[in-house]
T-cell receptor
């Protein structure tokens, strides 16, 4: 199975609500990155969190990392219709060149 | 500055034909990666370049797939004798890769459809 697995697979909410997506992984990581993908094309970097960090913020985004549970979460607060996209976590297993392993993603739909 | 660019954005080809996909990384990024994304799936790693050498090509699915890179610049991914299962979005990423810190920046991808 995938190194990174997102949960839930799909999430549907109303504008203004918060959205939480989770990512679990199996082996030790160097860092973990969250990406957004619109319309199945290029990925947009959201937040990179290193293995020695526990929480990072960027605007309405908050990422947490619990290395003891091998899990991470992405929280989007006060969601907007424009947040509708697929969200992926990618783990860097610590190769010298940062090879990433991706989960299957969470499809987020925010209804206006 | 300019991000990662890829061309073409879409490619439709007939089964059995060869295709070439191009990636222009961010200037100064020594590391370059190719990934494949099938419909509704996550990204699968294909190959990694450091400069113009490819220390990890473990993700290439068959010998029909090959890639090369010119110095620390353009890379091309070639698929020979395309099959329908090759239909996917092919994404390229680049990274500065310094001090063990690696943040990869992705291009918009090439959507390949094999008829």
């Amino acid at each position: 199975s995938q190194q990174g697995e997102e949960d839930p697979q799909a999430l549907s909410i109303q504008e203004g609500e918060n959205a939480t997506m989770n990512c679990s992984y199996k082996t030790s990581i160097n860092n973990l990155q969250w990406y957004r993908q619109n319309s199945g094309r290029g990925l947009v970097n959201l937040i990179l969190i290193r293995s020695n960090e526990r929480e990072k913020h960027s605007g309405r985004l908050r990422v947490t990392l619990d290395t003891s549970k091998k899990s991470s979460s992405l929280l989007i607060t006060a969601s907007r219709a424009a947040d509708t996209a697929s969200y992926f976590c990618a783990t860097d297993l610590g190769t010298s060149y940062g090879k990433l392993t991706f989960g299957q993603g969470t499809i987020l739909t925010v209804h206006p | 500055g300019a991000g990662v660019s890829q061309s073409p954005s879409n490619k439709v080809t007939e089964k059995g034909k060869d295709v070439e996909l191009r990636c222009d990384p961010i200037s100064g990024h020594t590391a370059l990666y190719w990934y494949r994304q099938r419909l509704g799936q996550g990204l699968e790693f294909l190959i990694y370049f450091q400069g113009n050498s490819a220390p990890d090509k473990s993700g290439l699915p068959s010998d029909r797939f090959s890639a090369e890179r010119t110095g620390e610049s353009v890379s091309t991914l070639t698929i020979q004798r395309t099959q329908q299962e090759d239909s996917a979005v092919y994404l390229c990423a680049s990274s500065r890769l310094y001090g063990g810190y690696n943040e990869q920046f992705f291009g918009p991808g090439t959507r390949l459809t094999v008829l």
